[in-house]
């Protein structure tokens, strides 16, 4: 029989209590392989225990061990149950979560999303901040871990970071675990920034065509001022609903801000003068009368006289001249 033979046929014979005392006590002087021997192989050797009766069982010894060991393997079970529920709940997060030292050390990465890591996570473990990334970004997140360790509470943070073959955008959460740990919570929103920016450049190329549009509208119905009295617009192209709204608008503002007593609408350059927009200049006509200025139409053609007559509107207090130059001397007449 060996040494180790002797030894552990000698250790089964000593009193369950003594032995799960610890090497203190009873079990003191065995070696670590007879005492790993012996607890791995306590269920199987129950049966010897009951069946050798009493010569073991001082005081009751067997029962209390069996109800340690029990107590023990629940203890097992529901670290293994947790264990399986926090490796799931690892698996289903999208979130990189790593724990890192004051000193930007990476202690623990768990395995989330290894895709969006800066390197594998072999490369990072047990090295600093600055030894894997540029010093610039090293800098701004040990910053921040200093500051949540300082605080003692949470700081968020976002940044860019290479991810595989793209730039990704993070939102990081870093919370202290203890005095010198923190735990690092990095969550990719690239997609959220995108949609951001491509908003944002969505309203500046609206609000470049409104300023265009604005900027085309005071072209296309120009109020220019013959003297401190008298302005003319000419209104050339097509005149449309929403440009007859622009004349209207320029028209009664030039005129309250201008004080003007006397507006020459020339509409020599208008393409096509139908009922509907011989009607839009009509009541542009009543609008500049009604806050006090006279209004002079020069360049009358023919088909637009026909449409004035076919509306059969009141042109009372309107003057018409052939041209723009005889609507001027008629205005500058009228204000001596």
Do not use: C
């Given at each position: 029989?060996?040494?180790?033979?002797?030894?552990?046929?000698?250790?089964?014979?000593?009193?369950?209590?003594?032995?799960?005392?610890?090497?203190?006590?009873?079990?003191?002087?065995?070696?670590?392989?007879?005492?790993?021997?012996?607890?791995?192989?306590?269920?199987?050797?129950?049966?010897?225990?009951?069946?050798?009766?009493?010569?073991?069982?001082q005081g009751g010894e067997v029962a209390e061990l069996r109800a340690r060991l029990e107590a023990v393997e629940k203890e097992l079970a529901s670290a293994r149950e947790a264990e399986a529920e926090l490796r799931a709940m690892f698996t289903a997060m999208t979130?990189?979560?790593?724990?890192?030292?004051?000193?930007?050390?990476?202690?623990?990465?768990?395995?989330?999303?290894?895709?969006?890591?800066?390197?594998?996570?072999?490369?990072?473990?047990?090295?600093?901040?600055?030894?894997?990334?540029?010093?610039?970004?090293?800098?701004?997140?040990?910053?921040?871990?200093?500051?949540?360790?300082?605080?003692?509470?949470?700081?968020?943070?976002?940044?860019?970071?290479?991810?595989?073959?793209?730039?990704?955008?993070?939102?990081?959460?870093?919370?202290?675990?203890?005095?010198?740990?923190?735990?690092?919570?990095?969550?990719?929103?690239?997609?959220?920034?995108?949609?951001?920016?491509?908003?944002?450049?969505?309203?500046?190329?609206?609000?470049?065509?409104?300023?265009?549009?604005?900027?085309?509208?005071?072209?296309?119905?120009?109020?220019?001022?013959?003297?401190?009295?008298?302005?003319?617009?000419?209104?050339?192209?097509?005149?449309?609903?929403?440009?007859?709204?622009?004349?209207?608008?320029?028209?009664?503002?030039?005129?309250?801000?201008?004080?003007?007593?006397?507006?020459?609408?020339?509409?020599?350059?208008?393409?096509?003068?139908?009922?509907?927009?011989?009607?839009?200049?009509?009541?542009?006509?009543?609008?500049?009368?009604?806050?006090?200025?006279?209004?002079?139409?020069?360049?009358?053609?023919?088909?637009?006289?026909?449409?004035?007559?076919?509306?059969?509107?009141?042109?009372?207090?309107?003057?018409?001249?052939?041209?723009?130059?005889?609507?001027?001397?008629?205005?500058?007449?009228?204000?001596?």
């Amino acid at each position: 029989m060996s040494d180790e033979e002797a030894e552990s046929a000698e250790f089964v014979q000593k009193p369950a209590k003594s032995i799960v005392r610890g090497p203190h006590d009873g079990a003191r002087g065995y070696s670590p392989t007879v005492l790993i021997m012996w607890v791995w192989t306590a269920r199987a050797r129950w049966g010897m225990y009951e069946t050798m009766g009493a010569q073991f069982d001082q005081g009751g010894e067997v029962a209390e061990l069996r109800a340690r060991l029990e107590a023990v393997e629940k203890e097992l079970a529901s670290a293994r149950e947790a264990e399986a529920e926090l490796r799931a709940m690892f698996t289903a997060m999208t979130d990189i979560v790593i724990v890192m030292s004051g000193e930007g050390r990476y202690l623990k990465i768990a395995p989330t999303v290894p895709d969006l890591l800066y390197k594998p996570s072999d490369n990072l473990l047990g090295k600093t901040l600055h030894e894997v990334m540029p010093k610039p970004m090293a800098d701004f997140l040990l910053s921040n871990v200093r500051a949540a360790l300082a605080r003692k509470g949470l700081v968020t943070v976002e940044y860019t970071l290479p991810a595989g073959d793209r730039e990704a955008f993070f939102s990081t959460n870093i919370t202290p675990m203890s005095d010198d740990v923190v735990v690092v919570v990095a969550r990719d929103i690239s997609d959220r920034k995108r949609g951001e920016q491509a908003s944002v450049e969505a309203a500046r190329r609206q609000a470049v065509i409104e300023a265009q549009a604005a900027a085309l509208a005071e072209l296309s119905t120009p109020l220019i001022p013959i003297t401190d009295e008298i302005m003319v617009m000419p209104l050339i192209g097509m005149l449309d609903s929403q440009r007859m709204q622009q004349v209207m608008d320029v028209l009664l503002r030039g005129v309250t801000e201008k004080s003007t007593r006397t507006v020459i609408l020339d509409i020599t350059g208008i393409a096509v003068v139908d009922t509907q927009v011989a009607d839009a200049l009509v009541r542009a006509a009543r609008a500049v009368q009604l806050v006090g200025a006279r209004v002079v139409f020069t360049g009358i053609r023919r088909d637009v006289a026909q449409a004035l007559v076919g509306l059969q509107a009141d042109m009372g207090g309107v003057v018409t001249r052939a041209t723009v130059q005889s609507g001027i001397a008629f205005a500058m007449s009228a204000s001596r």
